[in-house]
């Protein structure tokens, strides 16, 4: 039988690319399967997520680059030899380790392999050095859409939730390599140990400048793979998500509640905060989900406080009424603010969006049930859209007098939130685009 010929780094890329366009695939998920699946070695895995992330970072803006090169217009091309200009333009354009002539005859070999239309690869070779040749007279657009590649409807909100300011810095820190985020497991590691785990792995680690117990990690490579990670000395976790769990302040005995948990990263900053006593329910809607919070709090050692569930977070579980000391509703949303980490949410079709703070607002109405008289409420969304946000609070506390917004304290710069909401960006805190209030229900 003969062999499968392996694929290469930017043959994976442009796979993904494809899939993403056409499929509605995850860019992160399709990668990673990919990747594994072509078996690369971890230098080439990450040239295939640059190239890959790379790319759709700048869709729009290669796209109006190539668009001034191409008799067609791009739309009217083969998906696949779109995707190969894309990953040729990109190279020659935006990444400067690699030469223009490999940027070119690999675009060039890619179309020949995947094109339908046999003349597509002289065709994308014809750009491509169209593009080289003229590269020092291309500008750069004046329309912040097209330049920092974001549709021009997701500017405009990102706009209109920054009060006209400073969009731009937004757009662009959207569009930078955040770094690995690991919180450190303090109930059984100091901080110090899993530094120096980590260091003996090769991983260059940096505590971050301003949030406890969280490390700043590159070179981890497959961070699965890594026995710092399997003994549980950390999880990864953006800084946002971590500092919402500390304003909801869980503490050691407490009766906790996370509504929305897969894959755990909040109950595992509750757990945490809690050094391992008292309870947490971590539910999810999703059964395939559950396996996600079991693994994750038996690697950290949590398996005996984390009870993982499935549960719909809008349907009321008589049990449960009154209940929690802690509850967390990390809602499904929009996922705005991690473009970071999901270059692709930007291009996702906006339309069924509209429909998200009726279900946003429909779990937290039925969870506020379970918080116990004194007991807390944190609201979260990774999204930085002010009627997932700001607006399904309002609406929830001109119904629920008993609940009133608390004010929180945070580290660093964040400092004191004295009306009890907080939304943090990429531009201003390095940190995902996140929002949270605290509600105190009244004892
Ligand atoms: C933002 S994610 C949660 C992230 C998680 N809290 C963490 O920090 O790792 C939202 C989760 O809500 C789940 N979900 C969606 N609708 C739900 C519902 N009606 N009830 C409970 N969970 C739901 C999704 O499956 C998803 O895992």
């Known amino acids: 039988m003969a062999r499968e010929r392996k694929k290469s780094a930017r043959e994976v890329a442009l796979l993904a690319l494809h899939a993403c366009e056409q499929q509605g695939a995850w860019s992160d998920g399709f990668l990673k399967k990919a990747i594994r699946e072509a078996g690369l070695d971890s230098r080439d895995a990450g040239f295939a997520s640059r190239l890959c992330f790379g ?41 400067d380790r690699v030469p223009e002539s490999a940027a070119v005859n690999e675009s060039v070999n890619l179309a020949r392999q995947y094109a339908k239309n046999p003349r597509a690869a002289g065709m994308v070779n014809g750009i491509l050095r169209n593009l080289i040749r003229s590269r020092e007279t291309l500008g750069l657009p004046t329309q912040l859409d097209i330049r920092y590649s974001h549709p021009a409807w997701l500017v405009k909100e990102f706009d209109l939730a920054l009060n006209g300011e400073g969009v731009e810095a937004l757009l662009e820190a959207d569009n930078a390599i955040p770094p690995t985020m690991a919180q450190v497991n303090t109930t059984h590691f100091s901080q110090e ?59 050691p005995g407490m009766q906790v509640l996370d509504a929305c948990a897969a894959p755990g990263g909040k109950s595992f900053a509750a757990a945490i905060r809690m050094g391992g006593q008292g309870e947490i329910w971590s539910c999810d809607i999703h059964p395939h989900k559950r396996g996600l919070i079991q693994a994750g709090a038996e690697r950290l050692g949590f398996s005996e406080l984390i009870h993982p569930a499935i549960q719909d ?9 009154g209940r929690f000391d802690r509850v967390i509703a990390d809602v499904p ?13 930007r291009y996702k079709d906006p339309e ?29 969304t990774c999204t930085l859209l002010r009627r997932e946000n700001e607006g399904v609070v309002e609406a929830f506390l001109e119904k629920h007098s008993d609940f009133t917004l608390e004010r929180f304290q945070l580290p660093g710069p964040v400092g004191a939130v004295e009306g009890g909401m907080l939304t943090l960006w990429p531009h201003l805190h390095g940190a995902d685009g996140f929002f949270f209030a605290k509600l105190r229900r009244a004892t």
């Open 313 to 321: 977070g809008k349907q009321c579980r008589e049990e449960w009424i």
């Open 352 to 380: 069924p969006l509209a429909g998200l703070p009726a279900i946003q607002s429909a779990i937290l109405e039925n969870v506020s049930r379970y918080v116990k008289p004194g007991g807390a409420l944190l609201y979260s």
């Open 55 to 95: 790319v759709l970072q700048n869709r729009m803006l290669l796209d109006f680059y190539l668009g001034q090169f191409s008799k067609l217009p791009l739309d009217r091309l083969e998906a696949k030899i779109r995707s190969c200009l894309r990953l040729g333009a990109y190279q020659i354009l935006l990444l």
């Open 333 to 345: 949303c929009s996922g705005l603010g991690i473009i970071r980490k999901k270059p692709d949410i």
């Open 193 to 251: 140990e899993v530094v120096e785990l980590l260091r003996q792995e090769g991983v260059e680690v940096q505590p971050h400048p301003w949030i406890p117990d969280c490390l700043l990690l590159q070179g981890t490579g497959d961070l699965e793979r890594l026995e710092s990670f399997r003994r549980g000395a950390f999880y990864i976790q953006d800084g946002a998500g971590k500092l919402s769990v500390l304003a909801a302040d869980p503490r």
